[in-house]
């Protein structure tokens, strides 16, 4: 096991020295990650992210939007925000999206210095009901890459602001995310440390759960290519914003395995186009095979239902029954 303390703040960059790591370091079966960005906005895969920020308000106050690879929700991040990476290869698909033991290294840190931090609902961790960590995961081939957000003293004012949308945006585009009761973890601690003392004594944890874990160093030639990596998709406006659809249809549902927004296109009574974003998860994240399946489909119930029933959704959309895609569809 390998672990990297990231020093750059620069939240593309960030990005793609994740997924280097992730998609390039497959000779190290864990790898851990402790990084910090500058403001900015984090967006998952899958999400519609005009219909997720104040694009005024981030323009005025130079904060970053980056689109991550993983599902999930949008975050806020500042420089009193600890973001840590755990990259895994599972054997067991059933430790896929399990949310929870990922997020074992925050409890029990927190458990050390004095606070009680619980696992709640889908992915987040809170402290006396308030949310203080968002988690999200992507899955390639056997290998997990869970990611935290955890606020630590983050202007609360600040992330408020950044991710409220006008309502002219939201029903344009559909329904933003809910945003959930949120707390940063400083106010609760007996004893008052910094971020980076606290990303340190989370490293102190993870050497004593794995002694056998060393540092990690990238060659001048790895930079390069994250580097690369950055310039190429993390740091576009293609990749960060244009993957924003228009449709004659724009339906948005929420259901217990996450938010669901549909941009449908239909001509003659069939689907001509069809573009999914939310906050779900799959452990495939391409869902161009769904798309192609369900064009030509006519745009009933019945034929929606009969055609999502034809293949398995389960890898592209964890936790949606057939009956609550369909009825996300055309319900």
Excluded at 29 to 35: G, H, P, R
Excluded at 110 to 126: C, P
Excluded at 295 to 309: N, Q, T
Aim: proline share 3%.
């Amino acid at each position: 096991m390998i672990y990297i303390v990231n020093k750059s703040r620069k939240p593309d960059f960030n990005i793609a020295l994740e997924e280097y790591c992730f998609k390039k370091l497959l000779q190290y079966d864990k790898v851990f990650i402790l990084w910090i960005n500058e403001p900015s906005i984090i967006v998952g895969k899958h999400q519609n992210t005009l219909a997720e920020i104040n694009g005024s308000f981030i323009r005025e106050n130079g904060i970053h939007v980056v689109r991550r690879i993983s599902g999930g929700g949008a975050v806020y991040h500042d420089l009193n925000n600890l973001n840590y990476t755990i990259i895994s290869n599972e054997d067991d698909d059933s430790r896929t999206f399990d949310f929870k033991a990922f997020s074992e290294p925050v409890i029990q840190t927190l458990k050390e210095l004095g606070v009680t931090a619980k696992f709640s609902g889908r992915n987040d961790l809170t402290i006396d009901g308030k949310k203080i960590s968002g988690n999200a995961q992507a899955y390639i081939e056997g290998r997990v890459m869970h990611h935290g957000c955890i606020l630590f003293d983050v202007d609360l004012t600040v992330l408020s602001r950044a991710l409220e949308t006008s309502k002219d945006v939201v029903d344009a585009k559909g329904v933003k995310s809910v945003r959930s009761r949120v707390d940063n973890i400083l106010p609760n601690l007996p004893e008052k440390i910094t971020v980076t003392e606290f990303a340190d004594k989370i490293l102190a944890h993870m050497k004593q759960k794995y002694p056998e874990m060393r540092e990690y160093l990238f060659s001048d030639e790895e930079l390069v290519a994250i580097e690369e990596r950055r310039r190429k998709k993390f740091g576009s406006w293609t990749w960060n914003f244009g993957s924003n659809p228009t449709a004659e249809i724009v339906r948005e549902r929420r259901y217990p395995a996450g938010k669901m927004q549909l941009f449908i296109n239909t001509k003659k009574g069939v689907i001509e186009d069809i573009s999914f974003f939310g906050t779900f998860f799959g452990v495939k994240s391409d869902l161009s095979e769904v798309q192609e399946r369900l064009k030509g489909v006519k745009y009933s119930p019945s034929e929606v239902h009969e055609a999502l029933a034809s293949f398995d959704t389960t890898p592209y959309f964890a936790g949606f029954t057939v009956d609550e895609l369909t009825d996300a569809i055309i319900g």
